[in-house]
């Protein structure tokens, strides 16, 4: 007998389904990461934000919490290891356990290869490498407890082509695929899956990026993107809601490209 649209529903949810489940996302006080946590609150998460910035995150706390979504805020510098161990502290001894754990903050410089400074080599290095290790070590750690979670980084492009102007912030990203790679066979019998989505150009927050602008940089982010557009941050809501849920258990070490066809061409 063929399924009725209610079993057919019921399979979807249990799939895809992330209703009740902890979800941390570092860098979430803007940008992608405050649309992740918008979107996973709305689907019934109860969600940790976290940002260096406290008026950032004050605001995305509080227009979360107007949409009726659980959610807490936590001032976390993934550049600090006791930062990112009081982050997966706090958001085990308010919700009890995390189940998804977003690495997702991150900078960048756009300059010539030649010309970093130190000051700028570690800023970029410590938040997007040795930030996203903080996280993911301390949420393996709880996870572990429980036997289980999804950690999911946010990668780019970058981490796997080369990209002028962006030398530091391709090595980390780089280094983002390796670690996802190979935390992902470390804990692969243990119940942790690891998985990376990596972005081409989005339509962010950042300076520059409108679709409507005409400028170099606009002009070659759409002559490298076959779709000849920018990613909208709704569309990146399903790869990230996906290795998230029951529908990848059997997906880790994985890099998801969401870039327009960016990679492959």
Known sequence: MPDTTHNLTERYQELFGIDGKVVCISGSSRGLGRSLATCFGRLGAKVVLSSHNDEELAGAEAELAGQGIEVMAIRADVRSHDDCKELINGTVGRFGRIDVMVCNAGTDIIKPAHSYEEPEWDEIVDTNLRGYYY???FS????????GGSIIMTSSVAGSLGVPGLTVYAATKGGVNQLTRTMAVEFADRGIRVNAVAPGFINNFMDGVHPNLDTPYQRRAMDLTPMRRRGNLSE?????IF????AASFVTGEILYVDGGYAAS
């Open 140 to 147: 393996a750690q709880a996870m572990l407890d429980r036997a």
């Open 236 to 240: 990146y809501f399903g790869p990230y």
């Open 243 to 246: 290795l998230a849920s029951p």
């Open 135 to 137: 996280c993911a070590k």
